[in-house]
């Protein structure tokens, strides 16, 4: 019982967590990983396309997989902290934060592509 | 190579969709449909049922278009910039975003259908489904749209 106790609120916290961090990441630029795919190279941190190959104008960048891999670190640590949290300490949390989050997550997404978007 | 894993791709979207939808349904249609009726019948499939076999076929679609992802990047993307399908583009990025945010919701969906308490917040399991699905209908429509790209105002 006490397990499964400690897996729901990991499993509610890292939900909730990842859509706030992943956001943040976004805004941040903060890719724990840049993805050079012509090269076949990945590096830690947030790289520039024109950092690679400057000779040759710089390669396609991917940054995708270091914001995901950014807000799964992040997300994974709370979860963590909330499974090993008291319950009298998590209890007062609002679990609807567990779809609240994402939603928001989501509208910031479109907010922040917007500007390009022009539809 | 790249071609096979994108059908394999649209293929396990493909299901996820009809078993995402599925639960989705059922669980915002009212009980109150005639038992011989289609959504009599409909509604008589368990929603839990669905749910290890979501949590699969999510995990097994996005590793495939993670997988994907990369020719998209090198092969892909580089033509349709040139040939200014920004729109498309900017949709696409969308799409990621929408993936990666829902690839974080299946736990606790498991956990919302699997061990639910009377103290979890009212809906919270339909919410979590109907955000899936969501991230799913959008994703596979983008990612159609994308892969026809050419076929579109062409």
Redesign the interface.
Known sequence: MTS?NS??R???A??TA??VV?VLA?VQNLALIT?Y??LGIVVLGMQHAQDAAPSMGGV?A?H??G??AT??LG?FMLGLIAAFSPERLTRWI???W??VA??S??IA??CL?MP???? | MATTLVIIHGLVAAALLGAVTHQTLATWVPNRAQPGSFFGRFRSVPSTSFANAIIALYAVSAILG?FV???F??DV??VLENSGH??TL??F??K???V??????P??R??CWR?P?AD??PR?CA??TS?LTFTVWSSFLIGHVTNNIKGFGS
Do not use: K, N
């Open positions: 499964s897996f729901r990991f499993a509610f890292f939900g990842f859509a992943y976004l993805v795919p012509t396609p991917m995708w997989y914001w995901t807000a799964a997300a609002w679990m609807g567990v779809w994402p939603v997550a989501m997404c479109v592509t390009w978007l022009h539809l | 993670t992802y990369l020719p990047r090198v993307r580089p920004w729109q900017h949709l990025d969308i990621e975003h929408f990666a945010i829902g690839s974080a919701l736990p606790a498991w956990v061990q308490r979890d917040p919270a919410a979590l955000i």
